[in-house]
């Protein structure tokens, strides 16, 4: 049974930095799809940025380009979102979401149905 636990969320003013992570339990990073998604209140759930295991490469929202990095460590296997120059409306719950039985995250990669495990949320509030 795959679990995911995310951390590394916190309170920070605008143009601060966290590091969020996500423990995988019962999953090798060895292939699939893995994304990072958040949901601020009143809004619906969106993806931000997703991960191809086996190649490494990386998708983003344009909102986020250029100040968030995804990465992965298979030993442990972690997934990373490095977030800087925050904005306020970065303040969200982020998920993280796996999908180990696809090839790749591919154009889809911001669609929920298409991820199979979720973690519980990591809180990220910014402060102007």
């Known amino acids: 049974q795959v679990q995911l636990m995310e951390s590394g969320g916190g309170s920070v003013q605008a143009g601060g930095s966290l590091r969020l992570s996500c423990a995988a339990s019962?999953?090798?990073?060895?292939?699939?799809?893995m994304g990072w998604f958040r949901q601020a209140p009143g809004k619906e759930r969106e993806g931000v940025a997703a991960i191809d295991l086996a190649s490494g490469s990386t998708y983003y929202i344009d909102s986020v380009k250029g100040r968030f990095t995804i990465s992965q460590d298979n030993a442990p296997n972690t997934l990373y979102l490095q977030m800087n120059s925050l904005k306020p409306e970065d303040s969200a719950m982020y998920y993280c979401?796996?999908?180990?039985?696809?090839?790749?995250?591919?154009?889809?990669?911001?669609?929920?149905?298409?991820?199979?495990?979720w973690g519980q949320g990591t809180q990220v509030t910014v402060s102007s």
């Open positions: 019962g999953y090798t990073f060895k292939s699939g799809c």
């Open positions: 979401a796996a999908d180990p039985g696809r090839d790749y995250c591919g154009l889809s990669y911001r669609r929920q149905d298409e991820y199979v495990y």
